[in-house]
């Protein structure tokens, strides 16, 4: 099988690089907002790590090798996150107000209470604590699911999981600048709200009064739900084998479920994250056609 063309994944990485530099240069320029930094201090000796070591595989294995070729997508992976994570670092100096208060004055008008909800959640505490686990499982989906896959060397799979990530937050990120949202919990006063929840509300207010942030806690994008978009890549990541497929799928559907019933997004975050998704996917099928038709059509 071809692989995707790296023209496709390198352009929609460079579009995303040059949106977060563009954002960062108007807030430098002209805003000038504190904000905090989502890439980790270890990043460079990470880095460093990996170049090492795959220097090293050359050395012992060859270019060719299998651990070489591990390693190398390994370093392909960790470029993409720290590529994501430098636009995380942009767009947080978003100069535009919130929208929360629409988004909830629209559900309200389709008789859907948050709180309500909420409270709901919370008085059934075995089904709040179960979501609560399936919600925090996306941090270890991200780090090991990619692992395994390189692992297993299925390195198509990987390419195709790099364009969707970039290709998404491409949208959902410049979504998020011209018409942010702090959550749930930023916009309905009620004590049934983790402080994470309200963190992410708390960090777009004092970067906004020129106040360096004084958590990491919470999120940042309520609209769309990058939750449910890389929860979904992950599993889609894992299609190749059913049995892993099928568990995670129970534990995705849970963890879909938990945005909206934990009051960490709106109903409506999951409708863009969903539109956002399928956006992703038929770029790739986009990106996909002329390497079909050079197979089909090659004498």
């Not at 636009?87 to 209470?113: G, H, R, W």
């Not at 390189?150 to 959902?172: T, V």
Request: glycine share 4%; with cysteine; charged share 10%.
């Amino acid at each position: 099988m071809r692989t995707l063309k790296t023209t496709c994944i390198i352009s929609s990485g460079a579009g995303l690089c040059g949106f977060a530099i563009i954002v960062m240069a108007i807030n430098y320029f002209f805003y000038q907002y504190p904000g905090n930094n989502y890439i980790p201090p270890i990043f460079l000796t990470i880095a460093l790590f990996l170049l090492l070591t795959y220097s090293g595989a050359i050395l012992q294995y060859g270019r060719s090798g299998n651990l070489t070729l591990m390693i190398k997508e390994a370093i392909y992976y960790y470029t993409v996150v720290m590529i994501l994570l430098f636009a995380c670092n942009a767009i947080q100096y978003t100069p535009f107000p919130p929208i929360d208060k629409y988004i909830l004055k629209f559900e309200s008008s389709l008789y859907i209470n948050m709180e309500g909800i909420v409270r709901w959640t919370r008085e059934h505490p075995n089904i709040n604590t179960l979501l609560m686990y399936s919600y925090r499982t996306l941090d270890y989906q991200l780090n090991f699911i990619p692992i395994l896959v390189i692992a297993a060397k299925r390195f198509q799979l990987m390419r195709e999981y790099y364009f969707l990530l970039f290709s998404s937050a491409l949208i959902g990120y410049t979504f998020y600048y011209f018409f942010p949202t702090t959550a749930p919990a930023s916009v309905i006063d009620s004590p049934l709200f983790f402080e994470a929840q309200r963190a992410t509300g708390l960090k777009f207010q004092q970067i906004h009064s020129y106040i360096q942030p004084t958590t990491l806690e919470g999120g940042m994008i309520a609209t769309p739900s990058f939750h449910a978009i890389w929860a979904w890549f992950c599993l889609y990541l894992l299609r190749p084998w059913p049995i892993a497929f099928g568990i995670l799928l129970i534990v995705n559907l849970l963890l879909f479920t938990s945005c909206i019933l934990l009051g960490w997004h709106y109903p409506i975050d999951l409708v863009a994250s969903v539109i956002i998704v399928l956006i992703a996917h038929k770029l790739y099928a986009i990106c996909q056609r002329p390497l079909y038709k050079k197979s089909i059509y090659k004498p």
